[in-house]
């Protein structure tokens, strides 16, 4: 409320009124100031449609106060009396610019252009919140483009959400230009190179991708996001061994953090659902155990790579029990080696998920895991347990 009432301030107050002024200029400035805000707008609609006054900066100036003041008012009678008021203030400011030949209103209409453009990327942060992210690109966009006209000055943030708008969008040839403006004005996020690299990969330009990852590297040497966006880009060439080494490289820049260890986990464990082949899957397994176990080691109450642990053993016995299952039915042999095998990992997963349970003792997800595991090790008594307090927990939730 104090920012508006500042707005509406500099909106009616200052304005030094020449003599010889229309009637309805006059009118609408006067309802404009007692906050009359529907009349002043009728007021300054007629005097730009008349012959007398549509060509004088004084007319176009005051619209834009008008409605600026209609785009900000906190009044519910004013609220949605037109539509676009921020678009008509930006529309008659330009057009007052244009007019003022003499430079009578420009200072104050440069000042109002700030307010215009801060709307702008105001409406743009409202709409992504919301998940509109073509208006908020339009938001950001205009935002950024009033600054650079207008104001000499380069809103790299605009352009760089403006970017990521469009991304989620689906917008990706405006999303490419985007965050292109904001990596050239050197925007400080180094999502603008991963971003980046993404989209030309995704156009089949890999060596843009990896000419992009490479000025990110150089410009964030230590960010594990860098080092993943190029991780991924050696997987899509098949260079497993690069994208393994790059991994360990990162979590050797760090070798203390839990979290960056949990992190390289996850990114193995992603790697290693997109293989098809088997042995390539294991490699990849193995080092997401290698991981997580680190970063327990580094900190036994962090949850997540606890969790993690216990559930990739019970991912990786599922698959090999779907193996075992689809083999035809002389298949003894083999089909009792897959489901030893299986077995095995979740008796391996089993005493990780139980401490994910004492961490987290109500975790519905690491209770409806064990209960899996011990109804297929047949553990009785723990599945009995494990079933009560599932249903405990599911009947006390609400609807």
Do not use: C
Request: charged share 35%.
């Amino acid at each position: 409320m104090k920012k508006i009432a500042i707005l509406l301030a500099m909106v009616i107050g200052g304005i030094a009124f020449a003599q010889g002024q229309s009637h309805k200029v006059v009118s609408a400035y006067n309802y404009l100031r007692k906050e009359k805000l529907k009349k002043a707008m009728e007021a300054i609609e007629e005097a730009k449609d008349h012959k007398n006054t549509e060509n004088e900066a004084k007319t176009w100036y005051y619209r834009g106060n008008v409605y600026l003041a209609l785009q900000s008012t906190q009044k519910e009678e004013y609220k949605d009396l037109v539509e676009g008021a921020l678009d008509s203030a930006f529309y008659s400011y330009k057009k007052a610019l244009k007019l003022d030949e003499k430079d009578k209103f420009t200072s104050d209409i440069n000042d109002r252009i700030k307010f215009v453009s801060e709307q702008y990327f105001n409406n743009g942060v409202t709409s992504y919140k919301s998940k509109d992210y073509e208006g908020a690109m339009k938001g950001f966009v205009r935002a950024a483009k009033i600054n650079e006209k207008y104001r000499d000055r380069i809103d790299t943030a605009a352009f760089y959400y403006a970017g990521n708008s469009a991304d989620l969008a689906g917008d990706k040839e405006k999303a490419l230009k985007y965050y292109k403006k904001a990596k050239e004005y050197k925007f400080d996020n180094p999502r603008i190179y991963s971003s980046l690299s993404r989209l030309y990969a995704a156009k089949g330009d890999t060596a843009k991708a990896f000419e992009v990852v490479k000025d990110g590297k150089n410009r964030y040497p230590n960010d594990y996001d860098m080092t993943v966006t190029e991780t991924n880009l050696y997987l899509a060439k098949g260079e497993t061994e690069k994208a393994l080494d790059n991994l360990k490289v990162a979590v050797k820049q760090d070798s203390t953090n839990p979290q960056l260890w949990f992190a390289a986990g996850v990114n193995y464990e992603k790697m290693m659902k997109e293989q098809d082949a088997d042995s390539v899957k294991q490699t990849f397994m193995e080092e997401a155990v290698k991981s997580y176990k680190k970063a327990i080691e580094l900190d036994s109450n962090y949850y997540e790579p606890v969790f993690n642990l216990g559930a990739i053993y019970v991912n990786r016995a599922s698959e090999l029990q779907k193996i075992a299952n689809d083999l035809p039915l002389d298949a003894k042999k083999k089909y009792d080696s897959l489901k030893k095998q299986a077995d095995s990992l979740l008796k391996r997963a089993m005493p990780n998920l139980e401490n994910a349970k004492e961490i987290k003792p109500n975790d519905l997800k690491t209770l409806q895991s064990l209960k899996e595991i011990y109804a297929r090790l047949n553990e009785t008594e723990k599945l009995k347990e494990v079933t009560k307090e599932i249903k405990e927990l599911t009947d006390s939730s609400p609807e």
